[in-house]
């Protein structure tokens, strides 16, 4: 059956009815390519071993397929409290890590209420920070991509912000938070800071011991990158229970399925794989940064993460990101259309090979191979 649009007279258009904050927001997309190097996502380059795999599914297998996964997972609660030492009532599973970004996001933000966060950082929070109705405040990072906390919370503080977004080390430039930056906003201003931490596990501190000694701190993790589940999507939010009970009316029932559920808990009991793949990880990105800087043409900035940002001195980096894929089969992430980042593409950080074949695709792009 065709299309048929909307007859005048008949009612204002669907569209119109969508609040204009949010239809002014460019939303969060990628478009669907793949490579033989898909080096794009930050993804981690290695799944978890055959035997955990094996035993997630017979696992899951065994349960009750027809049967709800529990309306609170107890047990994996109980486990990740184990890890992290923090109260299980004070933990929230969610569907990856952005949902738990929009629950906190959507309990917190009324229309018309601040939300501050670097610039550039992970796009979600704006489009999030839409959707609540909220206004988003950017706070550009200084010129080497460190943050300037004496900006950021002079603009918390002149807007009243509800909310203060940092990302650490933070996506797409590896920066992490200078010593004390959690403190001084939490004392300084009235905000809830939400610490996104999906990749601490790769370098920089954490905001744990914060999160003990204030009731206006929520840190979020991921499984996806340290521990490889992507695919499967867990996130945890961790926060002070009261707290944690108010985001939680934000998640929708049952939020994380069965077999997910079951991943994350077998993770937990076999988390020296965790150590193993961030180590692996590590080392891969400490050998390749002096590599990759040393070639002429670019800058690579210093992360703390799982990949780097890159800037081009001259090379336009649309060409080099589609000579890389079109002539090399590496992908990676433009990311040269955000404001501050106009000569910049970013790299997950891969395998060894992964690496070693950037390193020779973008000497032979710029000239020296």
Not at 153 to 170: C, D, F, H, Q, Y
Request: hydrophobic share 45%; proline share 7%.
């Amino acid at each position: 059956m065709a299309f048929e649009a909307p007859r005048p007279g008949v009612g204002p258009h669907a569209l119109d009815l969508i609040k204009p904050s949010v239809r002014a927001q460019p939303g969060y997309t990628l478009a669907a390519l793949d490579a033989g190097r898909k080096l794009n996502q930050n993804e981690s380059p290695y799944d978890l071993p055959d035997a955990l795999k094996r035993e997630i599914v017979e696992r899951v297998a065994r349960a009750p397929w027809p049967r709800y996964p529990e309306f609170v997972p107890a047990r994996l609660l109980e486990r990740l409290a184990e890890w992290f030492r923090w109260p299980a009532d004070g933990i929230l599973a969610g569907n990856g890590s952005n949902e738990l970004i929009q629950a906190t996001l959507a309990v917190t933000v009324e229309p018309g209420d601040a939300v501050v966060a670097p610039a550039p950082t992970f796009s979600l929070y704006r489009v999030l920070t839409a959707v609540s109705g909220g206004r988003y405040l950017a706070v550009p990072l200084d010129d080497a991509f460190q943050y300037d906390m004496d900006r950021l919370i002079g603009v918390a503080v002149r807007e009243r912000a509800k909310v203060v977004v940092l990302n650490s080390p933070n996506n797409p430039t590896g920066t992490v938070l200078p010593a004390g930056a959690v403190e001084r906003v939490l004392a300084e201003t009235g905000a809830l800071v939400l610490c996104d931490e999906a990749y601490v596990d790769f370098g920089g501190p954490d905001a744990m011991d914060v999160l003990a000694a204030s009731d206006r701190v929520v840190v979020l993790r991921t499984f996806s990158k340290a521990l490889g589940m992507a695919g499967l999507r867990f996130g945890v939010g961790l926060a002070h229970p009261g707290v944690a009970r108010e985001i939680a009316k934000a998640k929708l029932p049952y939020n994380v399925n069965l077999f997910t559920l079951t991943a994350a808990e077998v993770a937990l009991e076999h988390m020296d794989v965790r150590q193993d793949l961030v180590s692996r990880i590590i080392a891969t990105r400490d050998r390749a940064f002096p590599r990759l800087s040393a070639l002429k043409g670019l800058t690579v900035y210093p992360s703390a993460a799982n990949f780097f940002l890159v800037r081009f001195h001259s090379a336009a980096p649309g060409e080099v990101y589609r000579r890389l894929l079109q002539d090399h089969d590496i992908l990676v992430r433009d990311v040269s259309a955000v404001p501050g980042l106009e000569q910049c593409l970013r790299i997950s950080v891969g395998t060894d090979g992964d690496m070693v074949a950037v390193e020779r695709a973008l000497a032979e792009i710029l000239g020296e191979g």
